[in-house]
């Protein structure tokens, strides 16, 4: 059912407080999209960015992007003296992935002041859409009390959001008038080379990757770098050096 049925279980339903109010000027993300052929179109085109031989036109993004991880941990930690909190780092490691992708900007400091708004406002907005605090989607007498604090919340965080997804559209604009963008999916349609889709559907397509990034991403690879800092951990280090060495004799190879 899940596999040859794909388009009648992919819909998704609209929610007062996400799809009309919070994403009532950049669209819907692609995963909270009713079925319809913008959203195939959005998905495919998204698809085709993210597929395995597109993947590996971003080997030098993401070698930059894991060194820049090491540097600053040895950096920051005083050479391992200090104990660090790995998340922040592995946050922009994330963003910087998706924004690469989506504007070729990134961010080289953890604390960034835009970093921190994107993952702030991204959390916030996520929140909002959970069920358990947001009962208004399903009570709708909810929706008209008197200053309704979901509703300014929402459109607080709205404007938030527009502020800097606009802000990163405008740097990618300044880029392309300068002669110094990157190859990315919101300079390749400013500059006519994607006409299938429109600017609705382009910012739903970033806003999907920016959003959706970061707070996956970050949670898996914690998990990942907590686990393999365990004795036993260790061990599964040592392992897959070994399995490195043994089909890549010269290292540098693997990374290639």
């Not at 405008?170 to 429109?198: F, Y």
Request: charged content about 25%; hydrophobic content about 35%; glycine content about 6%.
């Amino acid at each position: 059912m899940l596999l040859g049925h794909q388009n009648a279980i992919i819909d998704r339903p609209k929610l007062y407080t996400f799809h009309g109010i919070i994403s009532s000027t950049q669209g819907f993300t692609i995963g909270s999209s009713p079925w319809d052929d913008s959203c195939k179109k959005k998905r495919k085109a998204a698809g085709t960015a993210l597929g395995r031989p597109a993947l590996r036109n971003y080997n030098n993004m993401f070698d930059l992007e894991s060194y820049c991880i090491v540097r600053d941990l040895k950096r920051d930690s005083k050479n391992g003296q200090l104990e660090l909190n790995v998340r922040p780092f592995i946050q922009r490691y994330a963003l910087n992935t998706t924004l690469t992708l989506c504007y070729g900007i990134r961010m080289d400091e953890v604390y960034d002041e835009l970093l921190r708004e994107i993952l702030y406002v991204g959390s916030a907005i996520s929140l909002l859409r959970s069920a358990s605090e947001n009962l208004q989607d399903y009570v709708p007498l909810l929706r008209y009390m008197p200053n309704n604090e979901k509703n300014i919340r929402s459109k607080e965080l709205r404007e938030r959001r527009d502020a800097y997804l606009n802000l990163l559209l405008d740097k990618v604009r300044a880029m392309i008038q300068k002669g110094t963008d990157k190859p990315c999916i919101s300079a390749a349609i400013l500059k006519d080379e994607e006409t299938k889709l429109t600017g609705v559907e382009v910012s739903s397509i970033c806003l999907s990757l920016v959003s959706g990034g970061f707070e996956t991403i970050p949670g898996t690879l914690t998990s990942a770098i907590g686990s393999l800092a365990t004795p036993e951990g260790h061990e599964w280090q040592d392992r897959a050096y070994a399995d490195i060495k043994r089909f890549h004799p010269d290292v540098r190879d693997a990374w290639t």
